[in-house]
């Protein structure tokens, strides 16, 4: 049977509900750079939601342990394994090894999904500043870096120390994804709203992650400025 987008009134195919996102409570996501805050973080929230979740590391031996201090069946692998055993495979290695690292996993991550959620940023007496990679963003390197990967960015403004807290049971944030295919996007929003307290996002095209990237400098201003934690938070009709 063949099915039918509903149309308006006009006879156009009716707008989907940007709420509508699919079932991806059966996805293995894959944690690059899940040894470090942000990474264990992640593995955790999206371990305790119930996904099969794997950590690589360039040590197999590191992301074991790190797997093992996280719980919750957390899997640990080698960087190259992380990326095969998974579906779905977030980026949150440190911006210094981002692009050493994707140009090595080429092959394992041809076809993935790939999430990148790694902020370029400096470090000055003046405090945080935003980098400009030569490709425009991380997330756009990384697609440069895998061009038979479907890249998309979201994370980028998560708080590791509430990611971490298992005292912590919500995470009211938004969370800002980004990509050339709606359909990734809607799967990776479909991620980020099973962390309970957290919403995903659409926010435009891969060509707009670097103001998203740089805002992370912002954020870090604030939270210095107020002993904080500070999220991301979207409103308007519809939202």
Not at 135 to 162: C, I, K, N, W, Y
Not at 191 to 206: D, H, V
Request: proline residues 5%; charged residues 20%.
């Amino acid at each position: 049977m063949t099915s039918q987008t509903p149309a308006d009134g006009a006879g156009r195919p009716a707008a989907k509900d940007p709420w509508d996102l699919p079932d991806v409570s059966g996805l293995t996501v894959g944690v690059l750079g899940g040894t470090g805050d942000q990474g264990r973080g992640l593995a955790y929230r999206l371990a305790v939601a119930g996904h099969t979740v794997v950590i690589g590391s360039r040590s197999a031996d590191r992301a074991t342990a790190a797997a093992d201090e996280i719980g919750h069946g957390v899997l640990g692998r080698d960087n190259a394994g992380c990326a095969r055993e998974s579906d779905v495979v977030i980026v949150a290695v440190p911006w210094e090894g981002h692009a050493p690292t994707l140009a090595g996993l080429r092959e394992e991550l041809a076809g993935k999904l790939v999430v990148d959620c790694v902020n370029p940023l400096g470090f000055d007496r003046k405090g945080a500043y935003p980098l400009v990679p030569d490709e425009g963003s991380a997330a756009e390197q990384a697609a440069a870096l895998l061009p038979d990967s479907r890249v998309t960015a979201a994370f980028h403004h998560l708080s590791a120390v509430l990611l971490q807290d298992p005292s912590v049971e919500r995470i009211e944030t938004d969370v800002m994804v980004l990509g050339e295919s709606r359909a990734d996007c809607a799967v990776v929003q479909a991620l980020a709203a099973r962390i309970p307290g957290m919403r995903g996002i659409f926010a435009g095209r891969l060509r707009n992650a670097h103001q998203v990237e740089s805002l992370v400098a912002n954020l870090i201003a604030v939270n210095r400025r107020y002993t904080t934690h500070a999220g991301i938070r979207l409103t308007g009709t519809g939202l």
